[in-house]
Nanobody, 116 residues
């Protein structure tokens, strides 16, 4: 089982920024993609952004232009830079790793609250 360690959540005012980090205890060669999902109260979990081992990134429409996903040099780490945060971005953010053979693994989640 892959272990995912997330960090970087917290409370921020509207218009502010946060950077989420995720480190996976998996070989970089086993990872196809890493991504961030979020789940707000009463809503389903949704994709925020995902990046493949080749560097191809996908964003939710709500994240385009404000959020940037990147991989660390070790490539078993992923970052989500979130700018111009809005109250509707408030949610628990989950890191996800998709491996070629072992499938999908999830982090424990980190709370992001955007409020004045």
């Amino acid at each position: 089982q892959v272990q995912l360690v997330e960090s970087g959540g917290g409370l921020v005012q509207p218009g502010g920024s946060l950077r989420l980090s995720c480190a996976a205890s998996a070989s970089i060669f086993s990872i196809y993609a890493m991504g961030w999902y979020r789940q707000a109260p009463g809503k389903e979990r949704e994709l925020v952004a995902r990046i493949t081992s080749g560097g191809s990134a996908t964003y939710a429409e709500s994240a385009k232009g404000r959020f940037t996903i990147s991989r660390g040099n070790a490539s078993n780490t992923a970052y989500l830079q979130m700018n111009s945060l809005k109250p509707e971005d408030t949610a628990v953010y989950y890191c996800n790793v998709l491996q070629y053979e072992l499938g999908s693994s999830w982090g424990q989640g980190t709370q992001v609250t955007v409020s004045s």
